[in-house]
């Protein structure tokens, strides 16, 4: 049995639930528009923490299953009309949940704590970098000055967000370098543009796939009014491929989404780790799969 759990409304979880179904593979679902419901307890015996959870007047333990899937959108995203009460309960039953998620003696993808890596990206890059991958230079600043001198220096310059809150990665020209003084309310990352083919790479275990995107804009999640992107899967190089697969283990991440650019002299960049890859949006339009890694993954198919 694996454990899923998150809004069946979702693609990534949708897709699982299909392919895990389609492998034969038992699944608990706990959905997430239903926490404040959940019968769960946690508790320490013996020095293991146990968990089981109420579903349809059974108890099951959800120790014995084999690998947990965690993908936790919040009330807002999976359309839950506002109730403070509710909320409140979900809360606590989710802050439960995803505390013996960390501890949870079984296959977790992610592990709550590993995820975190991913609210700093200074501290992420530099694991990134310990790795092996190249990052382009970036500078974290509130001081309009000290931009300007970066993009003096590097001539092409993209920002986003330094957390792990979801930002659009946009250059700094036309206005928005006209506005440069709005950073004084806001840290900022600051990067130099490199150019390049973009690849997104998903490790799930010691598995890699990896697709190339095409795309006229800067950051090829966001069409903004171009076309939208091309995908295409392609063979990372054996090396470039085991360095993903290193540094998803070394972030303990067993699940990730690693973006890579590969340059014209052929130096492979690497911005980033996502711990809660939208996989669904790379595996519908490539038939890469993605969702039947995870799924055997999960529930332990993948040792010999």
Known sequence: MIIVVGSPAEPPVSLLLDRAAGEGIEVLLLAEEEAHAWQLEVAVRGGVVGAHAGRYGARVD??????????????????????????????????????????????????????????????????????????????????????????RRHGRVVYKSVSGVRSVVHELTGPRLDDLDRVRDLPTQFQRLVVGTNVRVHVVGDRVHACAVDSDTIDYRYAEGGAGATMTPVALPDEVAERCVALAEALDLPLAGVDLLRDEDDQWWCFEVNPSPAYSSFEEPTGMPIAHSLATWLAGRDVA
């Not at 299953?65 to 979900?90: F, H, K, T």
């Not at 092996?132 to 309009?144: I, K, N, R």
């Open 62 to 151: 959800l120790s014995r299953a084999s690998g947990l899937y965690l993908r936790l959108s919040g009330p807002e995203v999976v359309g839950l009309p506002p109730d403070p009460l509710r909320d409140r309960r979900q809360a606590a039953a989710l802050t439960a949940l995803t505390a013996w998620a960390d501890v949870a003696p079984l296959r977790v993808a992610n592990r709550p704590t590993a995820m975190m890596s991913n609210t700093s990206k200074p501290y992420q890059a530099a694991l990134i970098r310990s790795h092996g991958f190249d990052v382009p230079e970036t500078v974290v600043t509130s001081d309009p000055e000290a931009v300007r001198h970066f993009l």
